[in-house]
């Protein structure tokens, strides 16, 4: 473990806007992330900015060698380690924006359940709309996609932003609790019934 938060924070340091964190995510907001992945049957999950892996454990964990899961990472060195972690893990080193295509190239129709770790409140706003559209257009109708948030970023102006675009993208979005025990402190939305095309939010979060 202290490996793994070596080198999340040398690639931080490297390019702190892609990484966007200092540390890796804690278990507790692993496990609040990948709570919509169904106990039952074969789902399609994918994983956005996976990072060294700690949503990937869980969803593993999760799965249980049930359905597919793909794990997309953009930064060679962290999806190298995330590879040899997790030899049987399908780690795609592409932009999560290319995902309907990327999905497409495997022969995977949609995605049951999307999970991100992207750090969404350091996009511009134009990065933020390409990537929440490729996660409306890989989703099925019935998917869930799941994202989380800083405490001490909330009230910033990317982050309004994007819980903004996600209200739009998505008829219903559902803020969990605070996870106290992440480093910093975090929460998870829960997002579902993906609209068609984006159009005003029909509710306000927090």
Request: net charge positive; aromatic share 6%.
């Amino acid at each position: 473990m202290a490996n793994e938060s070596a080198l999340f924070l040398s690639e931080f340091l490297r390019s702190p806007t892609a990484v966007g964190a200092i540390a890796p995510s804690s278990r507790r907001l692993s496990s609040a992330v990948a709570a919509p992945i169904p106990e039952r049957g074969d789902p399609v999950v994918v994983e956005l900015g996976a990072g060294t892996g700690p949503f990937t454990a869980e969803i593993q964990r999760r799965l249980g060698g049930r359905g597919r899961h793909l794990a997309l990472e953009i930064n060679p060195r962290l999806a190298g380690h995330l590879q040899a972690r997790h030899p049987g893990l399908e780690v795609v080193v592409d932009d999560a924006a290319r995902l309907p295509h990327l999905l497409a190239e495997r022969g995977v129709e949609a995605a049951d359940v999307i999970v991100s770790g992207l750090p969404w409140a350091a996009f511009s706003q134009e990065r933020q709309a390409r990537l929440l559209r490729a996660v409306v257009d890989a989703l099925g109708p019935d998917g869930a996609f799941t994202t989380f948030s800083y405490v001490h970023a909330r009230m910033l102006g990317p982050a309004v932003r994007f819980r903004r675009r996600l209200g739009q993208a998505f008829e219903e979005v559902v803020p969990g609790r605070t996870v106290w025990g992440n480093l910093p402190p975090a929460f998870v939305f829960h997002a579902r019934r993906a609209r068609a095309a984006a159009g005003p939010a029909t509710r306000r979060l927090p």
